[in-house]
């Protein structure tokens, strides 16, 4: 029965409708409706999972309205295997924002929330539309919400940092707009999935690998573009960093996959080089760059920059691996390995996000120097946090570990340099994580408002512990997750093996 | 038996489960009760293991326990191998780590951190377990990653102590250089092999011989050389072989217990069990088993040399520890596999037995480590004395005991090996033996005789708790007696069967069989070649040095001040690494993240294009001034312009 419902219509609306409510609620109203709505999200999110059909890469849950027929433009929606983690990452995350900014926000409570209710609507929005239109106006649309929520609720520089996220990031989507229209005028069609099998001259598609490249690259953000994200992760208040690093980040990775790689294959496979090299310069600069920071979420934000390096190395290896052989060996298990990766950085970037906050709620400070010896007064917080550290480093039998080990596996089918490359993230990451974990929780109280903390209250366990709880069970058994996307990875391999040119 | 060997390693992980989440609330007996317990029964059943597949020789049990995933055809998998192999270990780990927990009681009696500490050395028992009953690379890695994990927590157990966590940092991070090998050599079997199961790459490895692989272009590589030497880079990491030794000796900053059970008897140990394991690789690739070889034998050699001059008790049985896992390293390029385990559980069972000695002797002293302030200790505690002693006499070998047999094996061993690096290795073991005995007693001297250097000795010694001393009087028995019980089956009996493989031109340990009737006549033949007498040598030095006239001893440092210095500067690895790798890392850090970050992407190019349009704008406002007749101007301008374009084109 619950399959025939407009599950992703739901999905989108629900969380938007309920935002638009919590906007309109009294202080105390807005907690308990947001928490509503965020949790019947969460609800409408099972029937998807438990309805998805693992055995086909055909879309599932289609839903199709006409929107601007003179134009075939339509509300289009579908799940495949790529955009479900997707989705599921950010029901699960988005309630944990709202219990987690329960005492701690007293400004503006209901705009806040609702902010974000809009905010994960739109981003589910972005991760099931099929049409070209509608996929770019949810794509532009969460900059609103995230805008608004540096702008107003973050640090001390937060308008230079709201802007420069804003700029930046809508620098690099106009062109993939400009790509889209493009291709409208080729084909005559906005349906993504009728773009795939679009044929267009290798001219045509560098220029549109190029433009996709900038959106994508930006919102992921790779290297060089990534300058951004430090700024923006900074100033945001928890609740922003956490959707920013755990969902929006990964609406890049979402792209490559779902527009980059499908629509312009033999530019994809010209430029493949370049990508790889630039996630390796990712995977290594910016893990240096993590290494020499002073505070906690700069820190945390260039260890996200430099986890999504795996994404796009992942993504990318295809390419490499077919030019050693026709079937690609390795290539799926570099494709699901990315993302993995994004599911799993979903968690962990979360974590350590909430962990920041937890500390920046009794402290006001992310300077990793005003800390040190916090395990003596707060054990319980100190103990969550070593578990998503060692996640962040990529220990087995943390979600950290499956996407990184597939990722550098995968590779060394490839070229035992890139592999080689890749796996001193094994070095870098554990070096800055747990440096940073050595300065902030480890060694005698330091100053005495260390000594004067307290541990986590039971709202602050219950959220770091579910993340805690899905890290270790997605680390310990990820064939759950692998399944679902086993078939739509085969599909796209399969098409970006043939060329169309 | 499958339910059994299942039993084995949950059973430590569900003590650590309820000693690490309810320890508040079962309290300190109740901690220590419920992980000795379950580690007691996990030996049981180790034990019941170890009579089924050696005594009955049941079958080997080789079977995947659940998937982890499947990607491309490839089975990730948890899964046990339970061979004559695994049960020799399992049963090992499981004996030294109850004596420990059992010790812990003693030594970690006022310690706040009691239940957490419980916590972690069932852990790892679980975590230790699961790496030696693993069936595939996966599951490998899984036990080797959490040996790491728990080491540490361990070593900075006590995380007030700035040295404490600055050691566990370390050797974190120096195990992951070893990691870094270790996980690209494991991508190099899935991408040759495409599997992750050992018996599938151990049948795929002999086609793989001849195919090559161009890491540097234009320099082909032997594919079954990369993979064994980037494994061995993960084992010399977690095996502490030269250069990646370094974290070792630090990792004394964790309580003792600890020093004894990981640092010393079985995570250290890891290494050797796995190019043991990988037997079937390394025999294919003569090139990795000389690297083996050779570093095993410079690590025997040199670390052994540091150890005369440390002033630490418990680094003294360190650096003896990096030594001895040399010798094994040495055995392990010999190609004689067996001759290292053997040599591998002798050792971890004397070597704990030192260590948890050397604890005693600290709870004693009330955590007084320095050997200058002891003295005379054999008095206050005999017990102590004896099994200190015990353990002394197996570690340089002396005849009789259970190092004697394992480190002759290793020598003649490598003595009939013919592989490029054996001749240097074999003297390097050789002199090795005089080194250990002169470091070994002359931590026996100056603790234990002689006369109270510290009044503090004469206040506080007393003999440990039961315990304490019950646990060493446990260890010391095998530290006599495993030796002679267990060389013969274990070298010559072939009680090994296929799980260690070694190619028949390479077969050394063969050669040794070839004179060895009995236990009895492997002593007598031994005064036959030099090592005992070498042994011996030492011990006398050690006397005469550190015993009879203590002078001596400052003479020679004041003479070879030089050696002296460098010895002292443990040859410089710790300040090379820290101002190459740690403070290089660092700087390169801060200078990529403000040159490359802030300067030019973010100072030029982001804010330089803002920067860009800014001054863009001011040039082109002053075209729009708000005076009439400045547009005006421009409209006759253009009108002008477009009269000439419609008149002359």
Redesign the interface.
Known sequence: MLADWPLLSLLIWVPIVGGALTLMAGENGARRLALVFSLATLGLAIPLYAGFDTGTADLQFREHLAWLPDFNINYALGVDGISLPLILLTAFITPLVVIAAWTTIRYRVSQYLGAFLIMEGIMIGVFSAVDAVLFYVFWEATLIPMFLIIGIWGGANRIYATI?FFL?TFFGSVFMLVALIYLYYQSGTFDLFALHGQPLAMGQQMLIFIAFLLAFAVKIPMW?VH??L?DAHTEAPTGGSVILAAITLKMGGYGFMRLSLPIVPDASQALAGLVIVLSLVAIV?IG??????RDIKRLIAYSSISHMGFVTLGTFLVFLLLARSPEA??A??GM?GAIVQMVSHGLISAALFFCVGVLYDRMHTRQIADYG?V??TMPVFATLLVVFA?ANAG???TSG??GE??V??A???AN??V??LA??T???G??YT??MV?RV????VANERVAALEDINAREIFVLGVLALAVLALG????PL??IM?ASVDQLIDHVSVSKL | MESVYLAIPLLPLFGALVAGLFGGWIGRAGAHWVTILTVAASFVLSAVAFWHIIIDGGPVFDEAIYTWMVVEGIRFEIGFLVDPLTVLMMTTVTFVSLLVHVFTIGYMHDDPGYQRFFCYIALFTFAMLMLVMANNFLQLFFGWEAVGLISYLLIGFWYKKESAIFANLKAFLVNRVGDFGFILGIGAIVAYTGSLHYGEVFAAAPTLVGEQIEIIAGLPWEVMTVICLLLFIGAMGKSAQVPLHVWLPDSMEGPTPISALIHAATMVTAGIFLVARMSPLYELSTVALSTVLVIGAVTALFMGLVAIVQHDIKRVVAYSTLSQLGYMTVALGASAYSVAIFHLMTHAFFKALLFLAAGSVIIALHHEQDMRRMGGLRRYMPVTYVTALIGALALIGFPGFAGYYSKDAIIEAVGYSQIPGAGFAYWAVLIGVFITALYTFRMIFLAFHGEPRDPRVDKHAHESPLVVTVPLVLLAIPSVVIGAVAMGPLLFGGFFGEAIHVAPERDVVASVAAHFDNWLQFIIHGFQAPAVYLALGGLLVAWLVWGYKPEIADYAAARLSLIHWVLERKYGFDELYQAVFARGARRMGDLLADTGDRRVIDGWVVNGSARLVGYGSQVVRHLQSGFLYHYAFGMIIGLLLLIAMVTFL
């Open positions: 420069k930046y060089p300058t951004w430090p600069y240096l760059v993590a290494l020499a920071q060996a390795g799926r298990l699901e010896g395990v003596n060692m220990l087995p039998g570990f499956v080990f597939m550098i596996v590779s060394f089918h035992f340099w592999a080689a796996a001193l094994l070095i870098l554990a070096a747990l440096w050595k929780v480890f060694g005698d310990l058994w990820p064939a692998v399944e086993h």
